[in-house]
Structures are given as structure tokens and as C-alpha cells.
């Protein structure tokens, strides 16, 4: 992230480095919040050690921005974060977790609960770099209230040892969830689990996955819509192999209990073709170049 010393809220290893301030946002530790705000223990499992709150009271004017590094070795996160967007309110968030180094053997786990107050509208961008020794631990849960609107993007394409990322998405009447996961395999291992909950009538939620396995990776997903009520949903999981040594599995999985739900799914995991590198290479580039640009190209969604 550019300028990180200008984030909201800004954590090194587990000290808090500073927490800025926002028009018509509160933003505190989540430990703060805890005692200040009684009303946010119905969404904390329990007191909070550390992480962040970000209450949008008002509409802010520039996008909230947070960054949460490790830097030194064998640091382990565990952090509950939670971030809640009143009635009618519009957010644009900009979130970076990292690490600093490639061989820090870091642990970063976190909990986040994201809440859409009645017609609010998130555009939430979510970017992980790690380190080829880390293991990163993230759950999230979206609770979209009524007319809400929701455009997630996760992307880590510097992936740490092991991934396990977990992601529920609860749509509540005539709200709305488009969210797209994009991993880079690289000598890593992930499992990713999505799930969107249509709960209300003319909720509606899409799911779009961009898996690359290369260098001895091994990825797994799992995406589900689950439609309770009469919504609309769709699933576009597509999956690119580079080399041999990995291995890309996915279940994209439909549930419908309303007759007059209409939900969907594609699903492709395939490898590049030798006709686009040879088309490629007669343009002057090396194999390599030419398979990253494939790769890259992919990626782009």
C-alpha cells in the first residue's frame, strides 16, 4: 500500500503503529470498542486482544484505508476486526495484510464481521502479501441488510505456505454480493471456502474464482450458493494449471430451497495451450514471458 504511514489504522507485528482519523467514521482498536461501545459485543465472540473497529456514522469522503504487516520472525496476529456501515452510507475500503520479509515463518489469523446497515453500498478491497514461510488464517462474515450492496475483491498473488481463507456472505431482501477471489499458487497450499446466503427475496450474489496452481501448489475450493428464498445467484470458478507438480480441485456446490430462486454455476480448470505460447513466442517474447503474460492475463477479472 502506498503511503501506509497515512493508513486509518496501521499495525506492525502486534503494536498498533496509528490510528488516523476519518469524517464521519470512528476508528479505534477493537479492545477500545469493546469497552466504549456495548452494542458491538453482539458481534465480538469475546473480548478482542487486538485488531480494529471502523463505525461509518456519516458519509466519508475519501476511502478507509488499513494495513496490518508482520516484520519480525515467528510473530503471530490473531486479530478481530469489525466493521459496520450505517443506513444509506457509502464505503470505499482499501485493506493490505503482508508480511515485510520472505522468511519470517509468520502466523496472521484474523476474524472480521462486516455490517451493511440498511441500503448501504462497500466497494472492499482486500490485498494479502506474504511471505513463502507463513500461514495465514482469515475468516469473514458479511451481513448485508435490506437494499445493501457489497463489491468484495480478494487477491493474493504472493501467496504464503499455507492459506485457508473462509468467507460467508448473508443477503438479506434485495441486497446484493459480487465478490472475486484471485490466488497465484506459488510452492503454497490454499483452501478457500465461499458460501452467499440469499435469505431474502431479490437478494442476489455472485462468486468468481480465479485459481493458478504453479510450482508445486496444491488448492482447493469450495463455493456454494445457498438460496433460502427467491433470489438469483451465480458461480464462475475457472482454474489454470501451469505445471505438473500441482493440483487444483474445486466443488462449486447449488442449494435451492425456494421454487422461484434461480441460481447457477460454471466451472473450468484447464492448462495453456501450446498454440497461445508458440503464438506468443513468433511475437519475440522468451517462454517464460510468455507464459506470465498468459498467467497475468487470467488473473485480470
Known amino acids: 500500500m502506498k503511503n501506509v504511514k497515512n493508513a486509518h489504522y496501521w499495525q506492525i507485528d502486534n503494536r498498533i503503529k496509528n490510528i488516523s482519523a476519518a469524517e464521519g467514521v470512528i476508528i479505534l482498536a477493537s479492545s477500545q470498542a469493546w469497552q466504549k461501545f456495548s452494542w458491538t ?33 515467528k510473530i503471530s496476529q490473531n486479530l478481530d476486526n469489525l466493521l ?6 457509502k464505503v470505499k475500503a482499501s485493506v493490505v495484510c503482508n508480511a515485510s520479509k520472505k522468511n519470517l515463518y509468520g502466523k496472521h489469523q484474523a476474524k472480521g464481521k462486516l455490517i451493511l446497515k440498511k441500503g448501504a ?16 488464517n482469515p475468516e469473514y462474515e458479511f451481513i448485508l441488510e435490506k437494499d445493501s450492496r457489497l463489491a468484495y475483491d480478494y487477491r493474493n498473488l504472493f501467496p ?8 460467508i456472505i448473508n443477503c438479506q431482501e434485495n441486497s446484493s454480493a459480487n465478490i472475486r477471489f484471485v490466488i497465484n499458487g506459488i510452492n503454497s497450499k490454499a483452501d478457500l471456502e465461499e458460501k452467499i446466503f440469499l435469505e431474502g427475496r431479490k437478494s442476489q450474489g455472485m462468486i468468481k474464482l480465479r485459481l493458478v496452481g504453479k510450482k508445486n501448489s496444491l488448492i482447493s475450493g469450495k463455493s456454494s450458493i445457498i438460496a433460502l428464498s427467491a433470489g ?17 480441485s474445486m466443488v462449486p456446490e447449488l442449494v435451492c430451497k425456494d421454487p422461484k430462486a434461480q441460481i447457477t454455476h460454471e ?18 517474447l522468451a517462454e517464460k514471458e510468455a507464459i506470465d503474460l498468459i498467467v497475468g492475463g487470467f488473473l485480470r477479472i
Open 41 to 73: 459485543r453482539k458481534w465480538f465472540e469475546k473480548k478482542p486482544k487486538e485488531g480494529y473497529f471502523v463505525w461509518a456514522k456519516g458519509q466519508p469522503r475519501i476511502p478507509l484505508t488499513t494495513c496490518v504487516t508482520i516484520a519480525s520472525p
Open 232 to 248: 438469483k445467484g451465480h458461480l464462475d470458478c475457472q482454474g489454470l494449471l501451469v505445471d505438473k507438480k500441482s493440483e487444483i
Open 160 to 167: 504464503p505456505k499455507n492459506l485457508k481463507l473462509k468467507t
Open 84 to 89: 459496520v456501515i450505517e443506513k444509506n452510507i
Open 121 to 136: 453500498s462497500l466497494e472492499y478491497t482486500h490485498n494479502h502479501f506474504w511471505g513463502k514461510e507463513d500461514f495465514v
Open 267 to 284: 466451472a473450468l480448470i484447464g492448462k495453456i495451450s501450446e498454440e497461445e505460447i508458440n503464438y506468443l513466442r513468433t511475437k519475440g
